[in-house]
């Protein structure tokens, strides 16, 4: 296998680490964002250039054989050269055009963020945004991202970045529901839950109704919302999700929790490449506008 190393292409070795990493054919496709086909003919070069089965084929997916292994740690390594070099090619940039892919939290999607993304473009008609919506951590080292926005108590990532602005949460209800909230009732008040195994976690008991119990498992702020909308109980969620809802009102009487802090990050080596820099700069200063909804001042202006 070492000796028809130096003869393997990069494309081959990007599509191993990406079936390596997803377990599958269609999972690296995705991931490359190439059709299942150009997978599978890759990595079949691949192993017919090394003389070798990379891959044992199971009914659960593909997974390392022990020159898969091998190769792992030398793929690994080309990888991070390679984007290294793509890293401090782009950062040459000095006209803000391209494309910056980034990633953001859903949440902040739905409230104020999509109007801020499109009024970026607005402002730089020659960058074009590639957003994809998660809670995941994209891995900006390997290139899946160029900016993460985060929604996160603290970063331990090796990147550059800042932390922008910490928001708050509040407890929420439909106004059905708050109308036989006088006299609480845990047999017929209850907290929305968000998934965990657990009835009583700990955010429960910095909450202004520690006893109150958990019921159901709804993990998505915008499910959760609905579920409140709908008289399912109380919900904990982001002041700048809770306090823009018509059908939502915050419980009386209660006040905001401090919550997580907004980060925006991105790869040292791009730093000081243009569109990069113009993204993060524009996206700093438009969140900050919005911050007396983040941090839960808005609640009484809207009624």
Known sequence: ??????????????????????????????????????????????????????????????????????????????????????????????????????????????????????????????????????????????????????????????????????????????KEFLRSFATMDPEKHSWIGWGEDKPYHNWVKDTPFPTLPIRHKIFSNALQIEAAKGGLGLSLLPCFLGDVEPKLSRVPDTEVIPSNSIWILLHRDLQKTARIRAFVDFMVAAILKHKPLLAGRLESTRK
Not at 86 to 102: H, L, Q, Y
Request: no cysteine; glycine share 4%; proline share 3%.
């Open 1 to 174: 296998m070492t000796d028809n190393f130096s003869s393997t292409n990069w494309s081959d070795l990007n599509t191993f680490l990406a079936v390596a990493r997803n377990n599958s054919l269609r999972g690296a496709a995705r991931s490359l964002r190439v059709n299942h086909a150009t997978i599978t003919r890759r990595l079949q070069s691949l192993e017919t250039s090394l003389n070798t089965r990379l891959f044992d084929r199971k009914p659960e997916g593909f997974f390392l054989s022990q020159a898969g292994e091998t190769l792992m740690i030398s793929a690994e390594k080309v990888e991070s050269e390679m984007l290294s070099v793509e890293r401090k090619i782009s950062g040459r940039d000095t006209k803000p055009a391209g494309i910056v892919r980034v990633i953001v939290p859903p949440a902040m999607l739905r409230s104020f963020l999509a109007n801020e993304l499109v009024e970026f473009t607005r402002h730089f008609p020659e960058i074009e945004i590639d957003v994809e919506a998660s809670h995941s951590y994209s891995d900006i080292a390997r290139g899946e991202a160029d900016v993460s926005i985060r929604m996160a108590p603290d970063v331990n990532d090796d990147l550059v970045g800042r932390r922008i602005i910490q928001y708050s949460k509040g407890v929420y209800a439909s």
